[in-house]
Nanobody, 132 residues
Framework: QVQLVESGGGLVQGGGSLRLSCAAS????????MGWFRQAPGKEREFVAA????????YTADSVKGRFTISRDNVKNTVYLQMNSLKPEDTAVYYC?????????????????????????WGQGTQVTVSS
């Protein structure tokens, strides 16, 4: 079992920044790939970014590339999503997720981004609202 708890959402003006945190716990979470997804009102949930816990390799959706950065702190067992240059269209509930993908560490973040199935573990979500 993996437990995920997000924090850091809120209201920010367009062009501003926020950092989301996802605290992970559980017996084997260090073997998982971690990711961020988001869901805006009336839209399907979409992938944002993923990171392999072991080697830190990442994969980021084109829609946020250059503005959002995923990272992890192995000591604090926390994954972060740094969001810069925020736009109103970034408004959504952001979810942290974890799943196991076989294969070399450098490939698992991309595997999560391209997977058609939902990750096994989810946090409760945190609201991000960007005003224009």
């Amino acid at each position: 079992q993996v437990q995920l708890v997000e924090s850091g959402g809120g209201l920010v003006q367009g062009g501003g920044s926020l950092r989301l945190s996802c605290a992970a716990s559980g017996r084997t979470f260090s073997f998982y790939t971690m990711g961020w997804f988001r869901q805006a009102p009336g839209k399907e949930r979409e992938f944002v970014a993923a990171i392999n816990w072991g080697d830190g390799s990442t994969y980021t959706a084109d829609s946020v590339k250059g503005r959002f950065t995923i990272s992890r702190d192995n000591v604090k067992n926390t994954v972060y999503l740094q969001m810069n240059s925020l736009k109103p269209e970034d408004t959504a509930v952001y979810y942290c997720a974890a799943d196991y993908f076989p294969g070399p560490p450098g490939t698992t973040a991309q595997a999560m981004g391209r997977s058609t199935r939902d990750p096994d573990y989810w946090g409760q979500g945190t609201q991000v609202t960007v005003s224009s």
